[in-house]
């Protein structure tokens, strides 16, 4: 299974950080004593290409429509995008989080993708805020965006699935904190930290507004 598959390569690629002191408070506000930073597998190029490989076959597998282009989510996701992109032989475009200038296309960069299935990629999704402004950009341009693809779903805080539902949006994901708790042999969290992240997970808003971050959705989903 990718979730598994993936979670190995996260953590052997020390990927996975667990912070028993100052909390990660991560970039949709909310706090968490766990952060996965997916850069870590760009840089190395057997974990990237075995994390790519994951990606390809989900994108074989999950979608009943192949896509005509995959987008990279400006900035982490287009790396994975652009491996993708080449595994798949498709073109490949890119979309920024906010418009460049004026006109359809001032998001989309690498291309037109008017009338085009375009499949969106990014690293990480948290509560799912970042994708809206992406989507959009994608469909202002013209795209047809129905499905999403990212590495891992953090899936403990509100406002993810319903951003997704209302934006129409099917999102797969890789892997998930169930992934890595799941993960053993070599590498696996140490039990104090595997300890903390199950606290987390039974009460991740609580333990947000407990640790300085955000302890609601400040604004409905869309």
Same mark, same amino acid.
């Given at each position: 299974?990718?979730?598994?598959?993936?979670?190995?390569?996260?953590?052997?690629?020390?990927? /996975?950080?667990?912070?028993?002191?100052?909390?990660?408070?991560?970039?949709?506000?909310?706090?968490?004593?766990?952060?996965?930073?997916?850069?870590?597998? /760009?840089?190395?190029?057997?974990?990237?290409?075995?994390?790519?490989?994951?990606?390809?076959?989900?994108? %074989?597998?999950?979608? /009943?429509?192949?896509?005509?282009?995959?987008?990279?989510?400006?900035?982490?996701?287009?790396?994975?995008?652009?491996?993708?992109?080449?595994? +798949?032989?498709?073109?490949?475009?890119? =979309?920024?989080?906010?418009?460049?200038?004026?006109?359809?296309?001032?998001?989309?960069?690498?291309?037109?993708?008017?009338?085009? %299935?375009?499949?969106? =990629? @990014? @690293? +990480?999704?948290?509560?799912?805020?970042?994708? /809206?402004?992406?989507?959009?950009?994608?469909?202002?341009?013209?795209?047809?965006?129905?499905?999403?693809?990212?590495?891992?779903?953090?899936?403990?805080?509100?406002?993810?699935?319903? %951003?997704?539902?209302?934006?129409?949006?099917?999102?797969?994901?890789?892997?998930?904190?169930?992934?890595?708790?799941?993960?053993?042999?070599?590498?696996?969290?140490?039990?104090?930290?595997?300890?903390?992240?199950?606290?987390? +997970?039974?009460?991740?808003?609580?333990?947000?507004?407990?640790?300085?971050?955000?302890?609601?959705?400040?604004?409905?989903?869309?």
């Amino acid at each position: 299974m990718s979730g598994a598959a993936l979670a190995r390569l996260l953590l052997e690629g020390g990927a /996975v950080r667990v912070s028993h002191g100052q909390p990660f408070i991560l970039a949709a506000g909310w706090a968490s004593p766990a952060y996965v930073d997916c850069r870590l597998l /760009v840089g190395e190029p057997r974990l990237r290409r075995a994390a790519t490989a994951l990606a390809v076959e989900a994108v %074989r597998a999950a979608f /009943v429509a192949p896509p005509e282009a995959i987008a990279g989510a400006e900035t982490a996701g287009i790396p994975w995008a652009a491996w993708m992109a080449e595994a +798949l032989d498709l073109p490949l475009r890119y =979309v920024r989080k906010r418009p460049l200038g004026i006109g359809r296309n001032a998001q989309v960069e690498g291309g037109p993708v008017e009338g085009m %299935r375009v499949l969106l =990629v @990014d @690293d +990480l999704m948290t509560d799912g805020g970042s994708k /809206v402004a992406f989507a959009r950009g994608l469909r202002s341009a013209g795209a047809v965006v129905e499905d999403a693809l990212c590495l891992f779903r953090h899936g403990t805080f509100p406002g993810g699935a319903e %951003r997704m539902e209302k934006l129409g949006l099917n999102l797969v994901a890789l892997a998930s904190w169930r992934d890595v708790l799941d993960a053993g042999g070599e590498g696996a969290l140490p039990a104090e930290d595997r300890a903390l992240l199950e606290r987390f +997970l039974a009460d991740p808003i609580g333990w947000s507004a407990a640790h300085g971050g955000r302890a609601t959705l400040l604004k409905p989903p869309l």
